[in-house]
């Protein structure tokens, strides 16, 4: 009885889980893959096989246009949440001593996680706008008389918002691959002659690698399938195929949205096995 | 030369990271004092005069959105996929402390969810409900794409807690003739106690802030962020502010909380 229980124990735990993912995510990407083969009839969609709305998306300019937009922005919040998140990481896992002060610094860096996005996209109105602080401070100075427009509603805006929304996500990985390093390895590396410089080149930065991998991984899902901080940020200017998607469904068109998140996802995963390919996440837990 | 040279790169990242933490809560802190003006407050400074007139205005009679419906939809919803996250998350860590097969598929599934656009997650919802005939609802089908979201944090963090779980008390109590359930009850769940709390932590608040997953399959209620959303296109006054000063400081509260039940459940265990 016992020993029976022992052998299908982890299925049963395991089986609850499982179900929820196969329910609401296996089943329903299933959905759009057969979907995105389906014939819209301008009001309806109806069961067919056809490659009209895939022909239709590598066919049309702009949308081939909105794909590259998407790239660019992924791109640009990528290279910027690397860029800021590295340094942070540094500074908390290898210049704070005091393992108090680190654990209040970190949680610093991480709180933001716990509130909502719409509303830390919002925070930045009254700093962009035409009358907002980061204008009045360039008149004031003398940098320029008239406000300039493009700080909110434009791309900027867009990757300033999404660096501000994602760079925790990059921060914590990276942190956790830090604190691994055994600080024997720098001494060495030092008592070696091994320069500053040389020590993050040659030990650090190998080592820190998993981490920037799952940091870029997340990073770059999070912002490939974007519309919310591209909509707000932009009002509606820029393009991204999150948006894209969102407008088709607004209008109906499910076969065609349904191509492009598959498309969408065919990018992604690409992305993610090559990122793959360099670590292995299971042994970062 | 050598402590010098350290040093000035000590305080050129202290000062980095003092940027990046300003950068971080500087926007949030100008809405903060921005929600804090009289009825002749506007979306920028200068600040005429300073007062609750927003903030109170949020729960009188609404003419921008619904903020009290919408808050309480989230609130439940938040209730409700933070219970789920806990007791599946739970079941899931115990389940992976032994090799079985498949084990290995499951935990990329579980990924997975967590690496899919979430796009896709509520496109694919929203599709496979309406193909099934059945409508959608913050309850329902908001519920299943919170749980997409969710439930591989609790996954990640129940495995890892596990991974690092010392099996020596567990053993002890069973040689000494405890049952499985009285071994799980008294020893297990007691050491684990701190990371359930972080669990729940996740589960609440990823499901309290979440947008993008809900935002095809919220049926015709909408859950707070969704309004918010709604409200920024057409609201010019800083009530839109005072929404958010009053859901972030929520936010900071069940923070506190968790930080403050965390505290206590690990004090308990020495």
Known sequence: MIKSWKAIAPYVLIAPQTLIFLLFLIFPIATIVVVSFWEFTGYSMTPAFTFDNYIGIFTSQVTLGTYLSTFRFVGLVWLFTLLI????????????????????LFLVCTVPFWTSNIIRMISWIPFLGREGILNNLLINIGVTDTPIDIFLFSDFAVVLAMVHLYTLFMIVPIFNSLMRIERSLIAAAEDAGASGLQVLKEVIVPLAFPGIAI???FVVTLTMGEFVTIRLMSGGQSASIGYLIRNQIGS????????????????????????MRLVDIRKEL | MLSQRRSLSFYLLAAFFGLFVLFLYGPMLVIFILSLQGPDGALTFPVRSFGFHWIIALFGQQRVGDFVGSFQRSFLL???VMLVS??????????????????????????SSLIVPSILVSLGIGIAFSLLGWSTNWYTSGLAAHLTWTLPFAFLI????????????????????????????EIVLPLIGPSLIGVALFGFTLSYDEFIRTSLVSGGRNTLPLEIFGMTTNVTTPALYALGTVTTVFSFLVITIAFVAYQIVSQRQK
Not at chain 1, 92 to 103: P, S, T, Y
Not at chain 2, 86 to 111: C, D, E, K, N, P
Not at chain 2, 163 to 176: G, H, I, T
């Open chain 2, 86 to 111: 806990v007791v599946v998350g739970l079941m899931a860590g115990m389940a992976f402390r032994q090799r079985f097969v498949g084990s290995r598929v499951i935990f990329y599934l579980t990924i």
């Open chain 2, 158 to 185: 129940m495995v890892g807690v596990f991974n690092r779980f010392d099996r020596s008390y567990e053993e002890a109590a069973r040689d000494l003739g405890a049952s499985e359930i009285s071994t799980f009850g």
């Open chain 1, 85 to 104: 998140g590295f340094p942070v990481s540094y500074f908390l896992a290898f210049c704070i001593e005091d393992v108090r002060l680190q654990i209040i």
């Open chain 2, 78 to 80: 938040g209730v409700v």
């Open chain 1, 215 to 217: 940091g870029s991984i």
């Open chain 1, 252 to 275: 109906l068109q499910y076969p065609l949205a349904a191509a492009n998140a598959v498309i969408l996802l065919m990018v992604t995963l690409v992305l993610i096995f090559a990122i």
